[in-house]
């Protein structure tokens, strides 16, 4: 519910950023002080950041990327102390985004277009503990294949961390699975596990999301759900129809000013989009072949002018 | 007469001890019947969490122009030092940093430093190490212009330092990350909070050692100051502050340590490209390898610095002002035309002006390698331990023995007559000690079989409370008894209860293996001067590596859980006590040990009979640390899934909530400091004792 208030507002927002008219090239930059872009701490993240400032430069704008938590930035970006983020997930933000919103000081600029998905993964060899995967059906008659000496009978997942709330539990919950979710911690200690147990090969079964560069390292799948029209209700579906969860949406945020204040920038911002294919590719290199991110998204830059040009204009 | 009243008093003691035991475990089997005792009612809170909130959103709206100032004056030394280091050759800074070494530990130090730097321009890391650098470089100097003004000022007007003392136990017992949120709201954003935020956490200990330092100057010292006739300016300057001067080299120390562990929260806040964030970002992909080469920089620098300032701290002092200006300025000047003299080879040499790419090497994929084929290899044997531990210690601590026990856990299905068997058990040892005559562990007995048969979480909150308030008076009297009732009644009052009682029990396991494990080693390490010489750099590792680098390869066997929190707890905790056992066994008197030697004493009479009572007040201020450790990594452990009062600050912290997190930290700091007073109690006890037994 609140999900979709928020998808409202973002359209809203998003349409009236668009109405406003548009700016010639040549006005550039509009205010030479520098547009500060928040750089996270993941790979994908990075690399939305570093393509959006490559953009902005060959624009003529002055760019500074400012390496910010996922967290406080969104304090920073509405007071005015960073300027935009091209790719945050609506689903690990919290109040502070959602008061922002409310309040205008944060602008949401519509979707960067990556599709997200988020579910619980395991590694393959698991199929053959557990042959009814990858339906979520088979978890139910599986779970001590799932389960530690702690959590027997019941199966053991590894869930998102207690901060970003208690979908996996609502899940768990409402279609009466047995088994205990453990709350992750954090994503260091959810990959170390996950890292850990592959190289035992011993069960695993965790809430995870995509795109993530551990993909392009680990095999993993996904466990399949029901086939659903519009969103998923996390708290109400059934056994026996369950639906799993309802996906998350990538935006791209601005602040307040920033439209008055570049709008040729924020023009661009608005029609930037990023696919889930890029990025993985462009993750790989960084996260596989140890090259600077700055490097990867000015290649990606230079090979794809002919789709950003058509942001410029 | 007065030995008459002794035994009186420690009967009846033990009656009402008995008598609230029996009230304890009367509300936990009636608990079923009024779910009042299990849970505290929600409504009998205050919600103090929104008038936190509401406190701080004022101080916000009224102050914040201020305080931005302010972090933007502070933006300029920072900017212009981590300028100042970036800019300057590698091959300058190190050579400084040799020199200054060896001005403050001679060769072995000089060595030491060399080598560290060494490390950092073969890993690649000198910018980012640059970078850290100068977030301390100014933070330090902040926070002991600020310690020592406050200390200064506590140390002449005593109504100051009695409102200062409680306030710097809060902030340095308050997890750094409860007060993030507010120094975000106040100061905004980027590398200058991180730099606030280290001041805050950093300057307690200046004002500490400044107090002491200028209180302990001797009389005489003074006196004579003032015959020969000093101003009230020049008493204090030159005669008091000089006097103090170690003492309070010591709190610039101690600071500069305390600046370094808020590297890595600093980068948090977000920033430079600094050494913390290297740590952080590698951390959350779970790269061993890597983190742990960013990791071994702080601890290096950390160790470097440490022994800098001691070196510094503790020399003697040159108070001859009759040689001349070179005379007394030659290690200034040797320092100088050294740098010069780098400078200018670098200029030539372009090698030394940036480490060639060529020289670095990356261990990190060896590293990770072997971690993974430890994993595979170690599991099988190191799990049997973890479900030991954990259906042993753990879970019936938390949920009680008669939750515990079924087919799965420990092969049989509970029945009353095995419930029979743990009371006969748990009465009979306790009858046995008292036979004995040592009725405090009869007590101890009884306490903690009922504790672990229901589990801390079952135990009624009215129950515990009451235990806890008449075992406060008798260890300190009316004053503790007090203590602990404010401190249940704030832990309630403030809806921390559940989540406070899991932190103690986490904590409390890890506490107690910390002690036995840490006074083991260190009575070891006493004992043999070789086993000192190896621990000693694996705890300077242990205490100054940002405790997350631990975290992965313990999940890595251990998955997420209660077990590797505990893990990243006692490896924390644990050096406290190895190095207050060693200190105070080391510290025996020589008479005494050779009167005991001289009187027949074996060597293992020697050690606990002689050695170790005498150096029980040390090994006691070992178990205080370790306490104020394993609370302190709670936050940390939060990061491994527990649910304990460390993750509520993160929840505050996810949702921009300052005061829900805030509370917690609080929560924490009481019971920090609630132990703090039981430790100072019995220590008082055990030092009474000795001087009984050795007047």
């Not at chain 2, 997420?560 to 105070?584: C, K, N």
């Given at each position: 519910m609140k999900r979709m208030r928020l998808g409202l507002l973002a359209v809203a927002i998003t349409a009236l950023t668009l109405a406003t008219p548009s700016v010639t090239l040549a006005d550039v930059p509009e205010s030479p002080d520098p547009i500060k872009i928040a750089v996270n701490e993941w790979t994908g993240q990075v690399l939305s950041a570093n393509i959006a400032a490559?953009?902005?430069?060959?624009?003529?704008?002055?760019?500074?990327?400012?390496?910010?938590?996922?967290?406080?930035?969104?304090?920073?970006?509405?007071?005015?102390?960073?300027?935009?983020?091209?790719?945050?997930?609506?689903?690990?933000?919290?109040?502070?985004?959602?008061?922002?919103?409310?309040?205008?000081?944060?602008?949401?600029?519509?979707?960067?277009?990556?599709?997200?998905?988020?579910?619980?993964?395991?590694?393959?060899?698991?199929?053959?503990?557990?042959?009814?995967?990858?339906?979520?059906?088979?978890?139910?008659?599986?779970?001590?294949?799932?389960?530690?000496?702690?959590?027997?009978?019941?199966?053991?997942?590894?869930?998102?961390?207690?901060?970003?709330?208690?979908?996996?539990?609502?899940?768990?919950?409402?279609?009466?699975?047995?088994?205990n979710v453990v709350p992750g911690g954090s994503e260091g200690a959810m990959l170390a596990e996950m890292k850990g147990a592959i190289a035992a090969k011993e069960p695993i079964l965790m809430m995870f999301w995509q795109p993530h560069w551990i993909f392009a390292e680990q095999d993993l799948n996904w466990v399949e759900w029901n086939p659903i029209d519009g969103e998923c209700v996390e708290e109400t579906q059934a056994k026996d129809t369950a639906c799993g969860f309802a996906q998350a949406h990538v935006q791209k945020i601005q602040g307040r000013e920033f439209a008055t204040k570049w709008p040729a920038a924020s023009a661009m911002m608005a029609k930037f989009t990023l696919t889930n294919t890029d990025q993985n590719a462009m993750i790989l290199e960084v996260d596989q072949k140890g090259r600077p991110a700055e490097e990867v998204a000015a290649e990606w830059v230079a090979n794809n002018e002919a789709i950003w040009s058509t942001w410029t204009q | 007469?007065?030995?008459?009243?002794?035994?009186?008093?420690?009967?009846?003691?033990?009656?009402?001890?008995?008598?609230?035991?029996?009230?304890?475990?009367?509300?936990?089997?009636?608990?079923?019947?009024?779910?009042?005792?299990?849970?505290?009612?929600?409504?009998?809170?205050?919600?103090?969490?929104?008038?936190?909130?509401?406190?701080?959103?004022?101080?916000?709206?009224?102050?914040?122009?201020?305080?931005?100032?302010?972090?933007?004056?502070?933006?300029?030394p920072l900017q212009w030092v981590s300028d100042l280091l970036a800019w300057l050759p590698w091959s300058v800074s190190a050579v400084a940093a040799v020199l200054i070494a060896y001005q403050a530990g001679k060769r072995p130090l000089a060595i030491f430093t060399g080598v560290s730097l060494l490390y950092v321009l073969a890993m690649g890391l000198w910018p980012d190490t640059m970078n850290s650098l100068a977030l301390v470089a100014v933070s330090v100097p902040l926070a002991i212009a600020l310690g020592f003004g406050l200390g200064v000022a506590g140390f002449f007007r005593p109504r100051v330092e009695r409102f200062l003392t409680p306030m710097m136990d809060v902030t340095q017992t308050v997890p750094a990350f409860a007060y993030l949120?507010?120094?975000?709201?106040?100061?905004?954003?980027?590398?200058?909070?991180?730099?606030?935020?280290?001041?805050?956490?950093?300057?307690?200990?200046?004002?500490?050692?400044?107090?002491?330092?200028?209180?302990?100057?001797?009389?005489?010292?003074?006196?004579?100051?003032?015959?020969?006739?000093?101003?009230?300016?020049?008493?204090?300057?030159?005669?008091?502050?000089?006097?103090?001067?170690?003492?309070?080299?010591?709190?610039?120390?101690?600071?500069?340590?305390?600046?370094?562990?808020?590297?890595?929260?600093?980068?948090?806040?977000?920033?430079?490209e600094d050494i913390g964030w290297k740590v952080l970002s590698t951390l959350r992909k779970a790269e061993f390898g890597e983190s742990l080469v960013a990791g071994i920089v702080i601890a290096l620098m950390a160790m470097v610095l440490d022994r800098i300032t001691y070196g510094l701290a503790t020399r003697e002092q040159d108070m001859d002002h009759d040689k001349g200006f070179l005379a007394r300025h030659r290690f200034g000047v040797t320092l100088l035309a050294a740098m010069i003299a780098a400078y200018g080879l670098s200029l030539v040499v372009p090698a030394l002006q940036v480490w060639p790419e060529g020289w670095t090497v990356d261990p990190s994929g060896p590293l990770n390698r072997g971690i993974e084929a430890f994993v595979i290899a170690a599991k099988p044997v190191l799990d049997a331990t973890k479900n030991f531990v954990i259906f042993a210690f753990v879970l019936p601590l938390k949920i009680g023995f008669y939750k515990v026990v079924s087919p799965f856990t420990w092969g049989f299905t509970p029945t009353l007559w095995h419930a029979a068997f743990y009371v006969v058990l748990v009465v009979g040892g306790a009858f046995y000690a008292r036979t004995r005559g040592r009725g405090g562990l009869a007590i101890a007995t009884l306490s903690f079989g009922l504790i672990l048969f229901f589990g801390l979480t079952n135990m009624t909150w009215p129950g515990l409370a009451a235990l806890l308030i008449y075992f406060g008076y008798r260890s300190g009297g009316m004053r503790l008894a007090l203590w602990s009732a404010a401190a249940m009644g704030f832990i309630l009052?403030?809806?921390?209860?559940?989540?406070?009682?899991?932190?103690?029990?986490?904590?409390?396991?890890?506490?107690?293996?910390?002690?036995?494990?840490?006074?083991?080693?260190?009575?070891?390490?006493?004992?043999?001067?070789?086993?000192?010489?190896?621990?000693?750099?694996?705890?300077?590792?242990?205490?100054?590596m940002p405790p997350f680098v631990l975290l992965i390869p313990i999940i890595m066997i251990?998955?997420?859980?209660?077990?590797?929190?505990?893990?990243?707890?006692?490896?924390?905790?644990?050096?406290?006590?190895?190095?207050?056992?060693?200190?105070?066994?080391?510290?025996?008197?020589?008479?005494?040990?050779?009167a005991s030697t001289s009187l027949g004493c074996t060597r293992s009479q020697l050690l606990w009979r002689v050695k170790i009572p005498l150096a029980m007040p040390n090994i006691m201020l070992g178990l205080n640390q370790a306490i104020m450790f394993g609370i302190s990594m709670l936050v940390i452990s939060a990061l491994v899934g527990t649910d304990d009062l460390g993750q509520i600050i993160?929840?505050?912290?996810?949702?921009?909530?300052?005061?829900?997190?805030?509370?917690?930290?609080?929560?924490?700091?009481?019971?920090?400091?609630?132990?703090?007073?039981?430790?100072?109690?019995?220590?008082?006890?055990?030092?009474?004792?000795?001087?009984?037994?050795?007047?």
């Open positions: 490559e953009i902005l430069k060959k624009m003529g704008y002055n760019v500074e990327l400012v390496i910010a938590g996922a967290l406080p930035q969104l304090a920073a970006i509405g007071q005015g102390e960073l300027d935009m983020n091209p790719e945050v997930w609506d689903n690990s933000v919290t109040e502070a985004y959602t008061n922002g919103i409310a309040s205008g000081d944060i602008v949401v600029l519509g979707e960067l277009g990556l599709e997200p998905r988020e579910g619980w993964v395991y590694p393959p060899y698991m199929e053959e503990l557990c042959p009814g995967l990858p339906s979520y059906q088979a978890l139910y008659d599986c779970a001590q294949a799932f389960g530690t000496a702690e959590t027997f009978p019941n199966g053991r997942l590894v869930g998102y961390p207690a901060d970003w709330g208690t979908r996996d539990i609502d899940v768990v919950t409402a279609i009466g699975l047995p088994f | 007469m007065a030995e008459g009243r002794g035994a009186g008093s420690s009967l009846s003691g033990a009656v009402v001890w008995l008598a609230l035991l029996g009230l304890a475990l009367g509300l936990a089997l009636l608990q079923v019947r009024f779910p009042v005792l299990h849970a505290y009612p929600a409504d009998w809170q205050l919600p103090l969490g929104d008038w936190l909130n509401v406190l701080m959103q004022w101080l916000v709206d009224h102050t914040k122009p201020f305080f931005r100032f302010l972090s933007w004056v502070m933006g300029f949120l507010p120094i975000l709201m106040l100061f905004g954003f980027g590398p200058v909070v991180g730099l606030i935020a280290g001041v805050i956490f950093a300057f307690p200990p200046m004002v500490k050692n400044t107090i002491v330092g200028l209180r302990e100057v001797p009389s005489e010292i003074i006196e004579s100051g003032l015959m020969s006739g000093a101003t009230p300016w020049q008493l204090f300057f030159r005669v008091r502050c000089a006097a103090g001067l170690r003492q309070i080299l010591l709190g610039v120390n101690q600071t500069t340590m305390a600046a370094l562990s808020m590297i890595i929260i600093a980068s948090i806040i977000g920033g430079s009052i403030s809806g921390s209860y559940d989540k406070a009682v899991l932190s103690v029990q986490l904590c409390g396991l890890a506490v107690v293996a910390s002690f036995i494990i840490g006074s083991g080693l260190g009575v070891l390490a006493a004992e043999s001067d070789r086993f000192s010489r190896i621990l000693r750099p694996i705890n300077d590792t242990l205490q100054t251990f998955k997420i859980g209660e077990f590797s929190a505990l893990l990243a707890i006692i490896s924390y905790a644990v050096v406290a006590p190895i190095r207050y056992t060693e200190y105070g066994i080391r510290n025996v008197p020589k008479e005494v040990i050779e993160y929840i505050g912290l996810s949702k921009g909530n300052f005061g829900i997190g805030f509370l917690a930290g609080i929560a924490m700091a009481v019971i920090a400091l609630l132990s703090d007073q039981f430790c100072r109690a019995w220590q008082k006890r055990s030092e009474a004792r000795l001087e009984g037994a050795y007047p």
